[in-house]
């Protein structure tokens, strides 16, 4: 056992983590999932297993710690915790966030922020990240040949399909399509039904159960990286788009990528105007309540190999256990 998880277990089991959680009335964590996974699906059969934050039943016993010390609760309804408050956010909007999130979350009585991305929920094409997964799948984990990331990015991170995401978050969004289009260029047709989205039925029907829905932009671009006048239209619309469909206000944001350079002046001024109170990075920290600038809001990362003694610690000693963006 590393020292790390031997000091988780020690913190968890001597009840340390959530004496420690429920002394924050101060504070506000924020928990970041991306995918929720079935407990039988064999992790090599999927193209990017780093999507997928916990598998359904870990899930289930996070939930249920967390409902034990702390008070599980929305930006809507932030207002209403007595105990300390912390938000289970999932971000992008795919269809297992409905059929094995929403359900954990509906039997223990709490509610979630599902941030979407609304170009996928209307379309149902596979977000750009899932389809550079795929298709480095079929290129056998390597790049083709005349698709090159920049030196720094190779030596800098490992597999092929992190050196890719990396360099491709980079670009705007019209060049990020043209790597896209060479990458899938002479691939056959893949079966893509795992990266499904919700529904907007379902979105619905969530909704009417308490859950809120943010908006995680229309395209998944990186917004730092394309014009005002774009950041503007995919903050309008997306929040515009949920509005219409949900019949509740979308007053909560979550920043496509998320991390240090995913943002800037510009984007965060863009959210403010298109109406948003709250905005979350994917930057790993703990905020303050009130936090400092709600339109900054740090989260913590949920992740695959975590232990529910990890999961713990982490929101107990944020600093110590947090995960790096
Ligand atoms: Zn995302």
């Keep these: 056992m590393s020292l790390r998880r031997w000091l988780a277990s020690l913190i968890h089991q001597s009840g340390t983590a959530g004496w420690r959680l429920r002394r924050y009335r101060q504070r506000l964590p924020i928990l970041a999932y991306h995918r929720i996974l079935d407990d039988d699906t064999d992790l090599a059969s999927l193209a990017d ?65 599902f941030f979407v991305t609304t170009d996928f929920i209307d379309h149902g094409q596979p977000l750009w990240f899932d389809r550079v997964a795929v298709a480095l799948r079929q290129h056998d984990g390597k790049l083709p040949g005349g698709i090159m990331p920049p030196p720094e990015a190779e030596h800098r991170y490992g597999s092929a399909l992190e050196q890719c995401l990396r360099w491709m978050k980079s670009m705007d969004d019209s060049r990020r399509i043209e790597v896209l289009t060479a990458l899938e260029q002479n691939l056959s047709k893949t079966n893509l039904s795992h990266h499904r989205p919700m529904s907007w039925d379902q979105l619905r029907e969530m909704a009417a159960s308490g859950m809120e829905i943010g908006s995680h932009s229309c395209s998944h671009a990186v917004l730092a990286n394309e014009t005002r006048s774009r950041i503007r239209n995919e903050l309008l619309q997306s929040r515009q788009r949920i509005e219409d469909e949900t019949g509740k206000p979308c007053r909560s944001l979550a ?51 975590q232990s529910l003694y990890e999961f713990t610690s982490t929101l107990a000693f944020p600093s110590v256990f947090g995960y790096r963006s």
């Design 49 to 113: 297993p780093g999507l997928f934050s916990t598998r359904v039943s870990d899930f289930r016993r996070q939930v249920d710690w967390l409902t034990r010390h702390a008070d599980c609760v929305t930006f809507n309804t932030l207002g209403q915790a007595r105990r300390c408050p912390v938000i289970i956010t999932f971000d992008d909007g795919y269809e297992d966030n409905y059929r094995l999130a929403w359900p954990v979350l509906r039997d223990a009585g709490i509610a979630g922020v």
């Design 255 to 305: 920043y496509p990528v998320g991390g240090e350079a995913a943002t800037n002046p510009i984007v965060i001024d863009e959210a403010r105007k298109a109406g948003y109170q709250h905005a979350c990075s994917y930057i790993s920290g703990i905020n303050h309540r009130p936090p400092a600038d709600p339109m900054q809001l740090h989260r913590l990362h949920v992740e695959l190999d």
